[in-house]
Each structure stands twice: as C-alpha cells, then as structure tokens.
C-alpha cells in the first residue's frame, strides 16, 4: 500500500490563465494632432508581445471626452490598426484623450498620460 496522495477526476484540458489575461501595458501615443475643427488624427505604438502574454490582442480603444461636457465616447480598431480619426468634434473644444489594448479577457491599462487636445475655430 502506497501512502501521500491521490487524485483522480481532474481534467487535464483546463485553460489557466495568470495575470497576462489582459495587456499589461497602456499603448504609447504617437501622434495626437487636430485636423480642423471637428477630426482629431490619433496615432499610437504597438504594444509588444511580452505585454499581452500567450493571449491573442484584440485590438484598442481610443477613449475621448470633451472638456465642456465631460461625456466619454470611445473607438474600438483592429490590432493591426495603429491610428483613428476622431470626428464629429465640437469646434474650439478641448479634448482629453487615452488608449487601452484589450484581449478576450478584457482591457489592460489606460495611457498613464492622456493628451489633452483642442480642435480649431
């Protein structure tokens, strides 16, 4: 008879995840730039593979809100896709602006500096 420990019944195809089941860096800007007085043009680095683990990137959200009434619209773009263009912006308003790359999992960081941007008269 064999003494310690036994266990039986455990599945051997479970999923485990760690604490890589989301990006574990915000994106950093690129380029944040006013086109005229409704687009914002925003562009960003990819995120490196380290930072999102065994996970596949979904994609990011650029996240903006206007300083005149505070409401959060945001974009949802592609992973291969490094640049959005905001549109249909309040005229002389500034804006305040962040990114978040996401997995299945759910969304990592926000830009630790969000960029504050005012479209033109």
Not at 75 to 102: G, H
């Amino acid at each position: 008879m064999t003494k310690g420990f036994h266990v039986s019944n455990v599945p051997t195809n479970c999923t485990t995840y760690n604490s890589f089941a989301v990006p574990a860096a915000a994106p950093w800007f690129n380029t944040v730039v006013a086109l005229d007085n409704q687009r914002v043009f925003v562009s960003w680095f990819s995120l490196p593979q380290d930072d999102f683990g065994a996970l596949t990137l979904r994609g990011y959200r650029v996240y903006y809100s206007s300083r005149r009434n505070y409401q959060t619209r945001n974009v949802t773009v592609r992973p291969d896709q490094l640049q959005v263009e905001l549109t249909d912006l309040d005229p002389s308003t500034w804006y305040y602006i962040w990114i978040a790359a996401f997995t299945t999992m759910g969304e990592g960081p926000q830009t630790y500096r969000y960029r504050r941007i005012k479209t033109c008269k």
